[in-house]
């Protein structure tokens, strides 16, 4: 049977240390197994504003077809307004993809990004060359969650972004072949607000879990920069992004520790709390949003909030280093935290704060990978605190031990897994195209 060909548009790309392109970067090692050869489209590292991690180039094979190409720099580009890779890469990856199509008759197109402007090219290619394409969507492209958050709350130039996002997912959705998400909301959403798209047409994929990434980091000897391990402190991690749809399960995380503290000031004051990359942001301009829900339960001391991302290899050794691992969830109820898998293959014992109602709740169900403490987004926030207090003393009498993790439950959710599923619709859209 004769290999097919898909076209893989994701801008950020290792080095670039960015969340958005994992799901690729673990899937290059199986397409072509699986009967896909894959050709990548990318920027240069050194246009994109993100920070880099050169030992992310080691889990991409050797014979990988990478094509890495220039964006307009951000110096100028600001001056208007611009600065998202999206914007800045569109033209580029206009001519790149037009000169890559006419060269290898690609039979998909397949966008696995959040900048999400580039998006629109499937559109044009769609018209142009007659090829299908399918839409990853890791995050909302036009998002409603902030409509009714007041400014403060509002991620910066929403007015603008939102009108903008708006158009171009509509235009964009008209045409798409089908949709990939993390989380059943998001097609859920958009068969809502475009009659095009129906059932068929989509499919939910978590990102999976990369074991590879734990066999590299166990060669690299690597330290962490936050701690020393066995420092005398018991010292919680969480990686990931913060934002004020957290709040919630943040304030049940630091009302859960004011209680412990109250209740057992002489364990409960060990206890550092590491919250890391938590801003978009390029290094140095993020804004804090955990150490003021932390200041306002009164244990700000024992919180530590960096709002830059550490390259990816060295967050791995922050969750192998660490005594405990947390992870605060949205009030967005279609927020699956990506970042779950690595903690859980960190086999590290792992306390979630979630809604009752995100697919992370089954994960650690079915896999006994960790805890989940979970809420309504109606309740109070002390029932929450005291049901995150009842884990932490759980925890604390426990540690240090490893979670009873089923890894045959765990075996759907690693990469390989992740990528058959993908194979497995790019079949199934190639055959109803």
Known sequence: MPMKKVLIISPNFPPIN?????????????????????????????????????????????????????????????????????????????????????????????????????????????????????????????????????????????????????????????????IVSVSPGYPKTLMERYANIKPGMCTVIPFGGAKVDFDILEKSALKNSLFTKGDGHINFAYIGRGGHDMNFALSGIFGGLKKGLEENPELFSKIRMFFVGTSYAADGKGLKTIEPIAQKFGVENQVIEITNRLPYFEALQVLKDSDILIIPGSTDTNYTASKLYPYILSEKPLIAVFNENSSVVEILGKTR????????NDEPEEKLATSVLNVYNDFLARIPFVPDTNWNEFEPYSAREATRKQVDFFNKILATS
């Open 369 to 376: 990978a960790g805890t989940c403490a979970t809420f309504a």
């Open 18 to 178: 960015a969340a958005d392109m994992h799901r690729v970067r673990q899937s290059l090692p199986f397409f072509e197994g699986m009967g896909w050869k894959a050709t990548v489209l990318a920027v240069k590292p050194e246009f994109v504003e993100m920070s880099q991690d050169p030992m992310l180039i080691k889990t991409i094979p050797d014979d990988s077809d990478v094509h890495y190409l220039k964006a307009f720099d951000s110096k100028y580009t600001r001056k208007f307004g611009l600065g998202n890779i999206g914007y800045r890469s569109l033209y580029f990856f206009l001519k790149a993809g037009n000169r890559l199509i006419r060269k290898n008759k690609y039979d998909l197109i397949y966008f696995s990004t959040t900048a999400f402007p580039v998006m629109v090219l499937g559109k044009y290619w769609k018209h142009k060359f007659g090829i299908p394409f399918i839409i990853d969507m890791q995050d909302p492209w036009r998002n409603d969650f902030y409509l009714d958050k007041p400014k403060n709350e509002r991620p910066p130039k929403f007015w603008f972004a939102y009108r903008m996002d708006k158009y171009l997912e509509a235009t964009t959705m008209k045409k798409v072949a089908g």
